[in-house]
């Protein structure tokens, strides 16, 4: 039983920086989008509920399929993101290039999507509305209407979280 409760103990103090980076990257990520992009929270909290979905904040991950980052970014969306970085002396890998990136990418290659999350409306449907329209035309996952309706009902729960 002590063996048990050691290994336990051990676990929980591996996985607690995990925990915490995951909740430190979300909040970093949220001032990022009400901040420097100067969105609503209805419409950072879109974005949130689908970098959550993603990659669980962490920027470094990457998928099977090759697939990277914040915003899980795959072919020349990929290259896009590395050869924007080396460009402007970021890592791509880190959460200041990604972030950076995105807002470049959301402006140049995905207006009507930016120009959707400037206008919702800063309340708990608004938010549904970012995550759902952001994942829909912006993430495009295989799942697409599914997982819009998802991230719209967990952007909703981020609103609640943030929304003060």
Same mark, same amino acid.
């Given at each position: ?19 915490? *980076? ?139 979280? *943030?929304?003060?």
């Amino acid at each position: 039983m002590k063996k048990l409760l050691c290994l336990l103990l051990v676990l929980c103090i591996i996985l607690q920086p995990e925990v915490n *980076y995951a909740a430190s990257n979300e909040r970093i990520i949220y001032n990022y989008l009400t901040k420097t992009m100067d969105l609503k929270p209805s419409a950072a909290c879109g974005i949130l509920a689908n970098i959550k979905r993603e990659c669980d904040f962490n920027p470094k991950i990457q998928n099977r399929t090759g697939h990277f980052g914040l915003c899980q970014w795959g072919g020349v969306r990929k290259q896009r993101l590395i050869r924007y970085c080396k460009k402007r002396g970021y890592n791509y890998r880190s959460l200041k290039g990604q972030l950076n990136y995105l807002r470049f990418e959301l402006k140049n290659y995905y207006p009507k999507v930016y120009n959707r999350l400037k206008t919702v409306k800063n309340n708990s449907y608004g938010a549904y509305q970012a995550g759902y329209y952001f994942c829909y035309y912006y993430e495009i996952p295989g799942s697409r209407k599914t997982s819009s309706i998802s991230r719209g009902n967990l952007a909703k729960k981020y609103f609640s979280k *943030y929304a003060y």
